[in-house]
């Protein structure tokens, strides 16, 4: 896993590197034959196997009709295959109306264009033979995962409930229940829940209108209520009476209750953490092979219901593959306990004043200073080499860049990186060859900077690489290079003093890593 930010844990999880890329068949296109209406379509592990004639026979055929395009060249479409066979069978062995089929999209560039896929895998979902409008399915990856978003689709999205029997046997059937209470079952706040439903896959949901169960859990208007076997057990959502229902209001607040006051940050829990969309985490870090700082828990879990909505709590254990998250926060395992807090917006980072022991009081303390602007955020730095000026290319860090970026007397051009970026081993050698170019040079400067170990007050790296040309003069000018990678534009570029003709071609960066969630589709190779 690569550094990143919480949600940037979201950024701590992410994987890198730049997508495999497809080739389009050459030459002309066959011309083949209409396929007669009573062919059957092949079929492999389950899964119809649909071309730009077979397509139109399916979806005659399935009122629900799943098709992923995908590429035979495609990683992800590789690692998809086995879920999506899986999710076959499932259905298929439920007697389920729903079938899945698949397409090779570079195999038939006239379907990929009509249904815009842009990416694989793709998956887009097809009711009553509606070739218009599909759906397009952005759910988990996995086979029951794409096995109970189609449920919910062509079943039932929520279960009605007549009785207190039956919301007794859903809430022990399940962790978390959510249940709306609607005294019209009819109304659009119903819709709006059952639409919520459907996509909401990691919980169970249920409706009523009966009098008595209202009753029975103290309820005298419509509210979703959420029961849950952890922490609280009960979490109510009422509904306003002039407003209605909200969508998104709903969506957050069952995220944010559906979640334990205390997060242990790992690969599972991170989609969750990410979903939340809470501003402000504060991790605690400990050693959970040790008794004393298991007990600490106790405390900090005291600490956060007040800030529920607000500060989300999470446990980074040490003791566990997290190095990258300590990596991050600039920490060494030795150092914990210890408490960190981070805004995801702006990716500040903050830290205690001095060691202080981990109380609930404590924590509340710690985390109301930072709410309210009390403790300034730090700065990750690697040390400064000591050869850092010795080589052609010179070695930027956090401690040592305003001063060298900033020369009024050198022209700088910077090279933000990350380790494991795959577009910045590929121009390296032209960046050491511009190095050993301009060596002589003594107003210019070559130089390069770990964006992933080193932050900077001026501004954010947000992808890799990124490079920027800071041009001699004490009005601290910052100008963007975003032309060619190679040896021949980046010394036009600087014998120019910053500028480039506007037709000089484009190259993308590298994405900064983002988390891709276990929850979601994940990545797509792009056509």
Known sequence: MDNQLLPVLLLLLGVSGSWGQGEEPGGPSEVLPEEPTGEEVPKEDGILVLNHRT??????????????????????????????SKAAALLAAESAV????????????????????????????????????????????????????????????????EDEEGVQALMAKWDMVAIGFFQDLQEEDM?????????????????????????????????VVLFKKFDEGRADFPVDKETGLDLGDLSRFLVIHSMHLVTEF???????????????????????????????????????????????????DVAADNSHVLNYFGLKAEEA????????????????TGVIPITAASVAAFCQAVLHGEIKHYLLS??????????????????????????ETKNVFVKFYAPWCSHCKEMAPAWEALAEKYKDHEDIVIAELDATANELEAFSV??????????????????DYKSTRDLETFSKFLDSGGHLPEEEPK?????????????????KEEL
Request: proline share 9%; charged share 25%; glycine share 6%.
């Open 266 to 316: 790992n690969s599972q829990t991170s989609p969750k953490i990410f979903a939340a969309k809470i501003l402000n985490h504060l991790l605690l870090f400990v050693n959970q092979t040790l008794d004393q700082h298991r007990e600490l828990l106790t405390d900090f879990r005291e600490a956060a219901p007040p800030f529920r909505g607000q500060v989300l709590f999470v446990m980074v």
């Open 98 to 161: 729903v079938t899945l089929a698949k397409v090779d999209g570079p195999a038939e560039p006239e379907l990929t264009k009509e249904f815009e896929v842009v990416g694989y895998p793709t998956l887009k979902f097809f009711q009553n033979g509606n070739r218009t409008n599909p759906e397009e399915y952005a759910g988990p990856k996995t086979a029951e995962g794409i096995a109970e978003w189609l449920r919910r689709r062509v079943g039932p999205s929520a279960t009605h409930l």
């Open 337 to 352: 306990p210890t408490l960190r807090l981070i805004n995801v917006e702006t990716t500040k980072k903050y830290a205690p």
């Open 382 to 407: 690697q040390e400064i080499p000591p050869d850092w000026d010795q080589g052609p290319v010179k070695t930027l860090v956090g401690k040592n860049f305003e001063q060298v970026a900033f020369d």
């Open 55 to 84: 397509l139109s026979l399916a979806l005659q055929e399935h009122s629900a009709l799943m098709v992923e395009f995908y590429a035979p060249w495609c990683g992800h479409c590789k690692e998809l295959a086995p879920e999506y």
């Open 191 to 223: 819709a709006t829940f059952l639409t919520l439903a459907k996509d909401a896959l990691d919980m169970t949901f249920g409706f009523t209108d009966q009098p008595q169960l209202f009753e029975k859990f103290g309820l005298t208007k419509d509210t």
């Open 507 to 523: 190259e993308p960066a590298d994405s900064a890593p983002e988390e891709q969630a276990n929850s979601t589709l994940g990545p």
């Open 462 to 479: 947000h992808g890799y690489p990124t490079l920027k040309f800071f041009p001699a003069g004490p009005d601290r000018k910052v100008i």
